[in-house]
């Protein structure tokens, strides 16, 4: 089983759905939690850390559920420009970032 | 943008060959990492770095050294490439906050196929 699994997609909806990511985690020791971007052939970045609370910034929320390991984002009024790959990452005990493979988005118009 | 470059950004190698990849960073982080991206995978820690010529072991390290002789630098090596090394590799950089480290920056990557 991998360390944190999430449906590779694609995802395809169009301008101005709501669309929700899920990612589960094995490692019940997982300190930190955040969802990276990662545009085609571009590298990575950061789009928002999760925290236990529940997070929202501006069209994006993020929920984590330890109890059950696994982690959310919600894209509201989803914009073209949305159109990327997702990918829930979790740090470990030892500081180390474990990344899943990833959820592609397409936002059609 | 964090100031984080690598070179080459492009290389096609033969198999047995040595390939070195470049990371520089002008942010003076003191976390360096070398990731590789394949299809189905994601992306796996190789080698990491947590200070001048202090290295570590990641998930994927066979097949891979590195160095850092210089706070900025942090190279990759492939003593004998092969041609299951072929993958997009990153670059990553971050730094000590309270309760940790910080968010990880990723470098443009560099696409290396061994033929």
């Known amino acids: 089983r991998k360390e944190v699994e999430q449906d590779p997609g694609p995802f395809n909806v169009p301008e101005g759905a709501t669309v929700a990511f899920n990612c589960t985690y094995s490692n019940s020791a997982s300190q930190s939690f955040f969802w990276y971007r990662q545009d085609c052939r571009k590298e990575p970045k950061l789009l928002m850390s999760v925290y236990s609370s529940g997070n929202e910034d501006g069209r994006f929320t993020a929920q984590l559920n330890r109890a059950s390991q696994y982690i959310s984002l919600l894209i509201r009024d989803s914009k073209l420009s949305d159109s990327a790959t997702y990918l829930c990452v979790v740090r470990n005990a030892g500081n180390m970032l474990t990344f899943g493979g990833g959820t592609r988005l397409m936002v059609k118009p | 943008d964090a100031g984080i470059t690598q070179s080459p950004r492009h290389k096609v190698t033969e198999t047995g060959t040595p390939v070195t990849l470049r990371c520089h960073q002008t942010?003076?982080?003191?976390?360096m990492y070398w990731y590789r991206q394949d299809p189905g995978h994601g992306l796996r820690l190789i080698h990491y770095?947590?200070?001048?010529?202090?290295?570590d072991k990641g998930e994927v390290s066979d097949g891979y050294s590195v160095s850092r002789s210089k706070t900025e630098d942090f190279l990759l090596t492939l003593e004998s490439a092969t041609s299951s090394q072929t993958s997009v590799y990153f670059c990553a950089i971050s730094e000590s906050r309270a309760g940790g480290i910080g968010e990880q920056f990723f470098g443009p990557g560099t696409r290396l196929t061994v033929l």
């Open positions: 942010e003076n982080h003191r976390y």
């Open positions: 770095s947590y200070g001048v010529k202090d290295t």
